[in-house]
């Protein structure tokens, strides 16, 4: 029970793995996390949601949807799954 003098900042859930699986702050949508194995692959708060496309340990790609719109990134890394460069369709 929280006393009128106390105000809860972010409130954080974990799983039976201690893998953060959500946190919200006071008047924002939940940010909810999802995993394959031990690799976070998808992020969603609201309407946005962020994934990782991944093969094995190697990542490929990241897609970023919100509502209907979808915006997709290359990703080219090196063998300690560094982002080394990003290529995006329209670019």
Do not use: W
């Not at 201690?18 to 949508?29: G, I, N």
């Amino acid at each position: 029970m929280t006393s009128s003098r106390e105000t809860i900042l972010c409130q954080y859930r974990y799983d039976s793995l201690d893998r953060l699986t959500s946190h919200a702050l006071p008047e924002t949508p939940e940010r909810q996390r999802f995993y394959c194995k031990s690799r976070l692959v998808t992020e969603i708060q609201g309407a946005m949601r962020y994934s990782i496309v991944q093969h094995g340990d190697q990542l490929l790609a990241q897609q970023r949807r919100e509502g209907n719109a979808l915006d997709t990134t290359l990703l080219a890394t090196d063998q300690q799954r560094s982002v080394l460069q990003a290529l995006k369709a329209n670019h």
